[in-house]
């Protein structure tokens, strides 16, 4: 061989070699890069992690509030509904024990607001006729 063919042969070599070495300080470079991107987002995930399991938390917690205040409006319905229960037994038991009234009564009679101011509506009927 030539000695000119020997040389094109290793300056060729020499230009892969070169180009190799680029390539793979190229890849390195992109490396590095893609991990430090993939740290980024996995602690971007961590943080929405975070963030999930706390709302999570707060709506639990809401949602039990929630549950508390159902049974408490609840709970107040149901005396409210027993209380005006009693006091209507009461009402329909004084009702029944008492005589029919048949004293006098008072009627009253609807007005113009401005007759109102000048003379009182109540008109008392005490049972005889006029």
């Not at 042969?9 to 190229?26: D, G, R, W």
């Not at 987002?41 to 399991?53: A, M, P």
């Not at 408490?72 to 005589?99: F, H, Y």
Request: charged share 35%; glycine share 2%.
């Amino acid at each position: 061989m030539s000695e000119s063919f020997e040389q094109s042969i290793v300056s060729l070599l020499e230009e892969h070699v070169e180009l190799a070495i680029s390539t793979v300080q190229q890849l390195r470079t992109e490396k590095l890069e893609l991990e430090a991107e993939i740290a980024r987002l996995n602690s971007d995930v961590l943080q929405r992690d975070t963030k999930i399991q706390e709302l999570e938390t707060r709506n639990s917690e809401l949602e039990e509030e929630l549950d508390l205040e159902r049974l408490a409006t609840t709970q107040e319905r149901s005396e409210v509904k027993e209380r005006l229960e009693g006091l209507m037994s009461v009402l329909a038991a004084s009702n029944e024990t008492e005589e029919p009234d048949t004293g006098d009564e008072i009627a009253f009679t609807a007005q113009d607001d401005e007759s109102d101011e000048a003379s009182p509506s109540p008109v008392t009927d005490s049972g005889h006729s006029e």
